[in-house]
């Protein structure tokens, strides 16, 4: 059975740090690409970032475009999601996704049960 | 941006109905649009993908159609389990992808 097991989200200020985590099991996790979605209550879902097998290609979405790296260790089966700067607006659940190919194809098969990240003051 | 719109935003049916669901994309995405289904507390989850195929495990009474700009999913005879919120997806201008604001679908 695959799972995907999100670690990481909590409380920050703004400005500040934090460091998503996701563990995959039950599948080849070196396969695949990998994805962060997240979902606030007025944006719904937005893509945020994401990373082919080997992290030879990686994308991010504008809105956090040099404020968040995307890296994966496949020795460990886990992906991150490294977040510089927050602001307010970065508030939601982070999702970890795994996609169909070893590239990114952009279809989200299977999802973690997400990361609830808060930026206040 | 692709933008992606649906419609109804909100509806509301009874066990048994059929139901469905309008996704709009602002331009063309061929066949590149899939449909997920997230319901209270939970994740989201894949149902159709490239417009009508059926994810493994999927219900049949869960149907995608359409092409380009315009695309449907259709719910035959709802069972209690499928009252959630529905979510398109275009995957055209991958990595880009951009997800519709959502149908909730209620019990009437």
């Known amino acids: 059975e695959v799972q995907l097991v999100e670690s990481g989200g909590g409380l920050v200020q703004p400005g500040r740090s934090l460091r998503l985590s996701c563990a995959g099991s039950?599948?080849?996790?070196?396969?695949?690409?990998m994805h962060w979605v997240r979902q606030t209550p007025g944006k719904g879902l937005q893509w945020v970032s994401s990373?082919?097998?080997?992290?030879?290609?990686?994308a991010y979405a504008d809105s956090v475009k040099g404020r968040f790296t995307i890296s994966r260790d496949n020795a460990k089966n886990s992906l991150y999601l490294q977040m510089n700067s927050l602001r307010a607006e970065d508030t939601a659940f982070y999702y970890c996704?795994?996609?169909?190919?070893?590239?990114?194809?952009?279809?989200?098969?299977?999802w973690g049960q997400g990361t609830l990240v808060t930026v206040s003051s | 941006d692709i933008q992606m719109t649906q419609s109804p935003f909100s509806l509301s049916a009874s066990v048994g109905d059929r139901v469905t669901i309008t996704c709009r994309a602002s331009q063309s995405v061929s066949r590149y649009l899939n449909w997920y289904q997230q319901k209270p507390g939970k994740a989201p989850k894949l149902l159709i993908y490239s417009a009508s195929s059926l994810q493994i495990g999927v219900p049949s009474r869960f149907s995608g159609s359409g092409s380009g700009t315009d695309f449907t999913l259709t719910i035959d005879s709802l069972q209690p389990e499928d009252f959630a919120t529905y979510y398109c997806?275009?995957?055209?201008?991958?990595?880009?992808?951009?997800f519709g604001q959502g149908t909730n679908l209620e019990i009437k």
């Open positions: 990373i082919n097998w080997n992290g030879g290609e990686i």
């Open positions: 039950g599948f080849t996790f070196e396969d695949y690409a």
């Open positions: 997806q275009q995957t055209y201008s991958t990595p880009l992808n951009t």
């Open positions: 996704t795994k996609d169909v190919r070893t590239y990114n194809y952009g279809r989200f098969e299977y």
